[in-house]
Nanobody, 119 residues
Framework: QVQLVESGGGLVLAGGSLRLSCAVS????????MGWFRQAPGKEREFVAT????????DYADSVKGRFTISRDTAKNTVYLQMNTLKPEDTARYYC????????????WGQGTLVTVSS
């Protein structure tokens, strides 16, 4: 059973930084793609970033390019989201997700961690 546990959320001032972590367990993830999504109050969940577990190639939503960095530590079984130059519009619950390469949609989800950016 795949388990994803996020941590690292909190309250930060605009312009500040946070690093989210996602501890993953239950499988060998070499054939997985990992992702971060977010959902702001009253809005639909949206894609933030994704990374291949084995190769490490990453992709980002335009809204976070240049500010956020996704990475993974295969030895620690952890995925990170480094968030810099945070804006109030980054306020959301952030979710870690996983899927096998051949599955078109992310099918494993964590419970999320709340990020609040105050102006």
């Amino acid at each position: 059973q795949v388990q994803l546990v996020e941590s690292g959320g909190g309250l930060v001032l605009a312009g500040g930084s946070l690093r989210l972590s996602c501890a993953v367990s239950g499988r060998t993830f070499s054939n997985y793609r990992m992702g971060w999504f977010r959902q702001a109050p009253g809005k639909e969940r949206e894609f933030v970033a994704t990374i291949s577990w084995s190769i490490g190639n990453a992709d980002y939503a335009d809204s976070v390019k240049g500010r956020f960095t996704i990475s993974r530590d295969t030895a620690k079984n952890t995925v990170y989201l480094q968030m810099n130059t945070l804006k109030p519009e980054d306020t959301a619950r952030y979710y870690c997700a996983a899927r096998e390469f051949w599955i078109p949609k992310f099918n494993y989800w964590g419970q999320g961690t709340l990020v609040t950016v105050s102006s």
